[in-house]
Nanobody, 123 residues
């Protein structure tokens, strides 16, 4: 059974930075695409960024492009999302997901999910 656990969220002022982490356990996810998604109150879960199994392929949603960096450490079964120049509209619960196929932005395709970590950006 795969478990994903996010951490690193918190309250930050606009313009600040956060580094989110996703720890996987239960089995290696070296062959899975990993992704970050977020969900604001009353909104659907939306794609933020994904990284292919080798770490060489990345995709970002336009709203974070140039401000975010997704990375993974397969040896540690970890994934990260660094977001700089945070904006109030980045406020959401951030989830990490794992997908055995490559490389969709559709959250419905992801088979494993964490419980989420809250990111709140104050203006």
């Amino acid at each position: 059974q795969v478990q994903l656990v996010e951490s690193g969220g918190g309250l930050v002022q606009a313009g600040g930075s956060l580094r989110l982490s996703c720890a996987a356990s239960g089995r290696t996810l070296i062959d899975h695409t990993m992704g970050w998604f977020r969900q604001a109150p009353g909104m659907e879960r939306e794609f933020v960024a994904l990284i292919g199994s080798t770490g060489m392929y990345t995709v970002y949603t336009n709203s974070v492009k140039g401000r975010a960096t997704i990375s993974r450490d397969n040896a540690k079964n970890m994934m990260y999302l660094q977001i700089d120049r945070l904006k109030p509209e980045d406020t959401a619960v951030y989830y990490c997901g794992a997908d055995r196929s490559c490389c969709t932005t559709d959250p419905g395709a992801y088979e494993y999910w964490g419980q989420g970590t809250q990111v709140t950006v104050s203006s």
